[in-house]
């Protein structure tokens, strides 16, 4: 119960600060205005309406970029804020223990992210609606369930540092470092691996299932292949082979897999630390 008693007090703090207010007005922005756009854009195979297949498939990108960026946010300040503050002794104070700091500020902040998702995927849920007669709502919230991992992986990922150090700032640069190489310079750290593992110089056959491996392994990534493993296949492309890949970690549905390890190591890690720590 006091896990549950330090998310519901996190949480409230959010409604005060209008943090929730701020964050559903641009997930109402960005869910509503990406789906008119890419209707406008990507007309459906053969013409026509697009189908809210065609619409998903096109959010899934931005979605893979903004989401995080917001997690990380919500996250960086969670307890090392406090730890700043000195409201931290106080909260300590209570009947809660550390690990009831760590899982509350992450159910709080989650929560605090999945009201506006949901309530911006609602609203562009009538936007595709309107612009095409063949919605699926099965498919969206599927879509919508992939983007709450995503994010709760973010946050988890924020409130690890957080609980890691006694500085926001540090707390800040951790996470915008590890979002830049995750989601932005991965497939050139892997490069480099390639490199130098090939006696520094770039192999002439494809790479081995290890390479795919740590492709998918960002959050991102991972989103994409747990999102691609529910959905139905992206209707403006075309299977290359049609084949499965044999090792089971290639799969897409192993990105839930991922996802969930975002989730949990670095939770328990931060938590590690910061139950080793004086205040």
């Known amino acids: 119960m006091s896990t549950l008693a330090v998310a519901r007090k996190d949480f409230q703090d959010a409604i005060r600060s209008r943090v929730l ?27 026509g309406d697009p189908t809210a297949l065609v619409l998903i498939f096109s959010l899934l990108t931005p979605a893979s970029l903004l989401v995080p960026i917001i997690g990380l946010a919500l996250g960086y300040k969670a307890v090392a804020g406090e730890r700043e503050s000195g409201r931290i002794k106080l909260l300590l104070s209570l009947p809660h223990s550390r690990l009831d700091v760590v899982l509350g500020k992450t159910l709080g902040r989650t ?139 290639l799969q897409d549905w192993f990105g839930f897999v991922i996802l969930a390890a975002w989730i949990v190591v670095p939770l328990a890690l931060g938590y590690l630390r910061f139950e080793g720590t004086d205040l």
């Open 21 to 47: 207010l701020g964050l559903t007005g641009l997930f109402v922005l960005f869910v509503a205005g990406a789906s008119y756009f890419f209707a406008r854009i990507q007309p459906a195979p053969g013409g």
């Open 111 to 249: 929560s605090v992210l999945v009201v506006p998702i949901l309530v911006g995927f609602a609203v562009g849920a009538a936007v595709i609606f309107w612009q095409s007669s063949r919605f699926t709502p099965v498919n969206y919230l599927v879509f919508a369930f992939v983007t709450v991992l995503l994010g709760l992986a973010y946050i988890a990922i924020g409130v690890a540092l957080s609980s890691a150090t006694t500085s926001t700032f540090r707390a800040l640069i951790g996470g915008v470092s590890l979002l830049v190489v995750l989601e932005f310079l991965w497939q050139q750290v892997l490069i480099a691996v390639v490199y130098l593992v090939n006696g520094l110089s770039l192999p002439q056959q494809p790479p081995g299932d290890w390479y795919y491996f740590l492709q998918s392994l960002p959050p991102g990534s991972a989103y994409n292949s747990a999102a691609q493993s529910l959905l139905p296949q992206n209707p403006t492309t075309l299977a290359v082979t049609g084949q499965t890949p044999d090792a089971f970690y």
